[in-house]
């Protein structure tokens, strides 16, 4: 599909070889499907050992983090690590962006619960429906993909967003206070669990407050403290950044020999399958594929923003391009092999993205080679990763639940907007008290009906001309000049069959308001699109104030608008009274003995089919 891909800016050259002329000619037309094929045939030592480097610090998070969040999901702890082995060279396969570290997290791992509850209620096997969640996760994305709709995550509102991150990160780390405790917690909503927590406290032991408390306190001093001590010794940034996020290892194992010898032993993994990993394409039921659909496509629309967000932003910085488009077909296709591998949904990480870019990594190669680190810790130290204590697992998301809150944003969109804010507000609350499907699903629809309230309420103001100046502003917030008889007003907002009556309406209203008014100027500056409802009403404002002895008139309006325009006759006589600015508007009413404006020239109007866009308007 042509298009379909924009292959990403091109790596400075001491990174890659020069490939041969033949060969690039030969797999240029494949790069629309395959990215990959824009920078593996330049592929070159120093950048496999950039990679290489790269892919070291990523296995070192990646490991403990797919046991955790397998067992966040529920889910047997191999099933986290599957996730981690295929899906990553899937990515890399088609994937755009250059650093994106995807596998399991927080986010996908608590909607996976979410959506599994119904089926470990019913007694069914939880890994079966979690390979069919992540294969009509998959198949959905590449669908969106190929149907071009990498766009679809703009009618999500940041402030929407941030209140179901924020509420599920609130359930998550609620989730693991009973795994950090040894408390057996029931249920995935914040009253259950909270209410849990509260009958649960009687049978805390103190000997596992206390490794629960020292595995969170290590944990967040070796991400926190560790760096900042390390540089006030003398060390780079550089190496006491790398060195705090391999901190987590040794603290791992000094965690796992303490448990191995604690008088009161804490739980562990336990022993995980000898055969890493097995292909094998699963049969499912028609009813089982109905009850997980719309869960697999709330989990694969939250799980590309939460990717796309994070590549986009690293992709700016390195001034490389990320198509949308791709990698939601990159996405898919990793979640397909999720499910083939026995793997659980994924998607791609913040944390693991930053610290793949951070440490090095030039490709998607740091990917795959992060991918085999995990098969060989699996497939020879999985006796190592048995002895993991589950608390010092809970303790890591909890921390990095924590991170996925944002309180100042909060702050700043109630200091902004208070709509914004309570929409954050009630999309986190439906998340805590009804789950996250139900929250993301409110998300949209609040987003949606945020969107339809601003649009359908456009801004319609009375303007005037600022001293000296050919500039116009609003009369409530400027001292501007006006002009008796002649009414200026401007409107900032697109019109379509959804406010163009409110414009009517409000037009009405603002001439009652300015009794004497003989000439009405629409300045149509803000105007981008018009459609066949709004030009119609236009057409019907401008026969009703004739009727009342008032002319109307436009300016500033955008010349694709009007050659749109001309030919349907909707505005009939109106396009023979549009001022290219609204200070020839003034000059021309307000002249003595002022006469109708005349045609706008036609060497004035462009009509080349694509004609370029006007200057915005002050």
Not at 56 to 71: E, F, H, N
Not at 266 to 277: N, S, W
Request: charged fraction near 10%.
């Amino acid at each position: 599909m042509p298009g379909l891909v924009l292959p990403p800016t091109p790596m400075p050259s001491r990174h890659f070889a020069s490939p041969t002329p033949r060969l690039a000619q030969r797999l240029r037309p494949g790069r629309h499907w395959l990215p990959m094929l824009s920078w593996l045939p330049a592929y070159g030592r120093h950048t496999f050992l950039a990679d290489l480097g790269a892919s070291l610090i990523v296995a070192a998070l990646l490991i403990p983090q797919s046991i955790a969040y397998a067992l966040l999901a529920g889910l047997p702890p191999q099933t986290g690590l599957y996730a981690s082995t295929l899906p990553l060279l899937a990515y890399a396969l088609f994937g755009s962006a250059m650093t994106q570290s995807v596998g399991p997290t927080a986010l996908t791992s608590m909607m996976t619960a979410s959506a599994l509850a119904p089926i470990v209620a019913r007694g069914e096997d939880p890994v079966a429906a979690a390979l069919l969640l992540a294969l009509l996760s998959g198949a959905m994305l590449v669908a969106c993909g190929l149907l071009r709709l990498g766009r679809i995550t703009q009618f999500l509102s940041h402030p929407v967003v941030s209140g179901f991150t924020s509420g599920t990160a609130i359930l998550i780390a609620l989730g693991q206070i009973g795994p950090l405790l040894q408390l057996p917690l029931s249920g995935n909503l914040a009253p259950d669990l909270l209410r849990g927590l509260w009958h649960a406290l009687p049978r805390l032991s103190l000997s596992l407050l206390w490794f629960g408390a020292c595995a969170l306190g290590l944990f967040a001093l070796g991400a926190e403290t560790l760096p900042r001590l390390l540089q006030r010794l003398g060390v780079s940034a550089t190496r006491a950044n790398w060195t705090a996020r391999l901190a987590p290892l040794p603290i791992l194992a000094c965690l796992a020999i303490y448990a191995a010898y604690a008088p009161e032993a804490p739980t562990l993994v336990g022993a995980l399958p000898a055969a890493p990993l097995v292909l094998d394409w699963p049969v499912f039921r028609m009813d089982e594929i109905a009850a997980l659909w719309m869960p697999a496509l709330l989990l694969g629309l939250v799980g590309f923003l939460q990717s796309i967000t994070i590549s986009q932003s690293l992709a700016l910085a390195r001034g490389e391009t990320v198509s949308p488009d791709q990698e939601l077909i990159a996405l898919g296709a990793a979640n397909i092999a999720a499910g083939v591998a026995g793997g659980l949904p994924i998607s791609g990480g913040f944390a693991r993205t930053a610290v793949n870019a951070n440490a090095g990594a030039r490709t998607p190669m740091a990917g795959v080679l992060s991918a085999g680190w995990v098969l060989v810790a699996a497939t020879w130290f999985s006796s190592w990763l048995a002895a993991l204590p589950r608390a010092a697992l809970a303790a890591t998301i909890i921390l990095a639940a924590l991170k996925l809150i944002d309180l100042r944003l909060l702050m700043a969109t109630w200091r902004y907007d208070k709509r914004d804010a309570a929409a954050l507000l009630a999309t986190l609350l439906v998340t805590l008290g009804f789950g996250a499907l139900p929250g993301i699903g409110s998300g949209v629809l609040l987003s949606l009906a945020l969107f339809i309230h601003r649009i359908s309420q456009p801004q319609v103001v009375v303007v005037g001309r600022l001293p000296g100046t050919e500039h116009f502003r609003n009369v409530q917030r400027f001292q501007v000049q006006t002009w008796p008889g002649l009414l200026l007003l401007r409107v900032d907002e697109s019109l379509y069959f959804g406010n163009a009556q409110a414009v009517q309406t409000r037009v009405a209203e603002l001439l009652a308001a300015h009794p004497g008014t003989r000439d009405v100027v629409l300045i149509l500056s803000g105007v981008a699109s018009m459609d066949f409802s709004a030009a119609e009403a236009l057409a019907q404002l401008d026969r009703a104030l004739a009727g009342r002895g008032v002319t109307l008139h436009l300016a500033e309006l955008k010349v694709p608008l009007r050659l749109a325009l001309a030919p349907s006759g909707l505005l009939g006589g109106l396009l023979e009274r549009v001022f290219l600015s609204a200070h020839q508007a003034v000059d021309r009413l307000t002249a003595p003995m002022a006469e109708a404006p005349a045609p706008m020239p036609p060497e004035q109007i462009p009509t080349h089919p694509i004609p370029e866009e006007e200057p915005p308007a002050p």
